[in-house]
């Protein structure tokens, strides 16, 4: 079994040695010695520190690399749209099999590689695209098959979990916390596919689309990032009892018509600290799965680096390999639901909102006919002295559920109010409060 692998960068240096490693053991599971036929970089000369490999084997020319007839299974960990895009397509069309960790690329245009992948006889696996080392696209696309996931929300931005974990732990601002992260390697030196929720938006899609058999793109997906949420907001959750989660939320419901529908966002969240998500700490991943008959499940683990990620690979390397010996291949996409994707505003989600007030007479009841304009539910209502003296009072409204768009024009109005000096926080709440 001969294998091409593109990228040898964090994960694919590891995906080499753990083809070295393990080379005894991949054998025997495969029922082949499994062999690298070539690796496609951008730098040939590029040090790569102590590498169990034949230096003649790195190559500039990935696409020849990719073609050549000698090539069985082709494993990308380059990343990015295009070539990969190109390159996988045109693995897939030839009839290879193929291994890849780009979630970027699937929840792009993943419809392009599925489409690839039908023409051709080969494998398309990506367990590693999305939470690193946590075996979990796997189970929805097989384990779960026979049943009816309902919703899936999970803590899938190990950057971003580290950071909102420190600001909890600590005190500190977002700016600290990133620079925090930074030093200690959990940050890139340009943070804003994970500050501003790009990555955990492409795993929302690609969890989406396995979850729903629907597909789902990265433009389908509500994205807003962890930069707005300030130490005060972390304050006001604990004195609630909460944390506060970058979480992806992919939920089954119905339109405004009544059809069924899916929502899929990206959002930071209060969660309330019994809820399983809550105790995700540091830069780790968790993933709450619930479906009909399997009730709640949860997976947990490194959802990045080097080694856990190419635990995944290797995974999918092993599986796609026995099944080209096998002479069989495993079943194709299951996008036959093609439910519609329902835009934000009709989301149902819960509001936390802290307003500085007058301290008058007829402020609540003035406060509460904007939430009863919107037909937004009250579910409790805190009141104490001003903080910081910008308002005479602290109001805080914790909502019932309701489409996003009332509550955000409920937030809106709430702002043009003149007893309301300021809304000091307004935080999306998930789990029971
Ligand atoms: N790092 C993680 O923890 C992690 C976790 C989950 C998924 N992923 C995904 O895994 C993939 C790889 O990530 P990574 O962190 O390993 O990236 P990386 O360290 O930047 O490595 C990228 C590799 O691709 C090569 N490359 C880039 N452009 C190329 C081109 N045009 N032609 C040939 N080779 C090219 C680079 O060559 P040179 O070595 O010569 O520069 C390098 O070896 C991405 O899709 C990423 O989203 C990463």
Redesign the pocket.
């Known amino acids: 079994m001969r294998l091409a692998l593109?990228?040898?960068?964090?994960?694919?240096?590891?995906v080499v040695r753990l083809l070295h490693e393990q080379s005894a053991d991949l054998a025997a599971r495969i029922g082949a010695p499994l062999e690298i036929a070539g690796?496609?970089?951008?730098?040939?000369g590029?040090d790569?520190g102590e590498l169990p490999i034949d230096p003649a084997l790195f190559t500039?020319d990935?696409l020849g690399l990719i073609k050549r007839d000698d090539v069985d299974v082709v494993v990308?960990?380059?990343?990015?749209i295009e070539?990969?895009r190109s390159w996988l397509v045109e693995a897939l069309r030839a009839g290879k099999s193929v291994v890849?960790?780009?979630?970027?690329?699937l929840a792009e245009d993943g419809g392009a590689l599925h489409d690839a992948a039908a023409e051709g006889d080969g494998d398309l696996y990506y367990e590693?695209?999305?939470?690193?080392a946590i075996p979990l696209l796997r189970p929805l696309r097989e384990s779960l098959h026979g049943d009816r996931i309902t919703r899936v929300t999970g803590i899938v931005n190990?950057t971003t979990n580290f950071i909102l974990s420190a600001m909890h732990a600590t005190g500190a601002g977002f700016a600290e916390a990133l620079e925090e992260a930074t030093e200690l390697g959990y940050a890139e030196a340009d943070p804003t596919a994970d500050v501003e929720g790009f990555?955990a938006a492409a795993k929302a899609a690609i969890l989406a689309s396995l979850a729903f058999h629907t597909r789902v793109g990265a433009a389908d997906v509500h994205r807003e990032g962890i930069t707005e949420v300030t130490a005060a907001d972390v304050a006001s959750a604990k004195a609630m009892g909460c944390t506060i989660k970058l979480l992806c939320i992919a939920a089954r419901g119905t339109d405004g018509q009544g059809r069924e529908a899916v929502s899929v966002r990206v959002h930071p969240a209060m969660i309330p600290l019994t809820h399983p998500l809550a105790s995700v700490g540091d830069a780790f991943n968790a993933v709450f799965v619930e479906a009909d008959a399997a009730g709640q499940l949860m997976f947990y683990g490194r959802?990045?680096?080097?080694a856990?990620?190419a635990s995944?690979?290797l995974g999918d390397v092993v599986a796609v390999a026995r099944n080209r010996l096998a002479g069989v291949r495993s079943a194709s996409e299951s996008a036959y639901a093609a439910l519609p994707v329902r835009p934000m505003g009709e989301a149902l989600t819960r509001y936390h909102i802290s307003l500085d007030v007058a301290d008058r007479p007829g402020v609540l009841e003035a406060v509460a006919g904007v939430f009863a304009r919107h037909d937004v539910s009250i579910a409790t209502v805190r009141q104490g002295p001003a903080d910081g003296g910008k308002g005479d009072a602290v109001l805080v409204i914790v909502t019932h559920v309701a489409p996003d768009a009332a509550l955000a024009a409920t937030v809106g109005e709430l702002r043009g109010l003149d007893i309301v000096r300021s809304v000091a926080s307004v935080l999306r709440v998930e789990g029971g409060l």
């Open positions: 593109l990228g040898c960068g964090t994960v694919g240096a590891e690796i496609a970089v951008r730098r040939i590029r790569r500039t990935a990308e960990v380059v990343g990015g070539p990969a890849t960790a780009n979630k970027a690329l590693a695209s999305v939470a690193g190990g990555d959802g990045a680096g080097g856990p990620t995944a690979v």
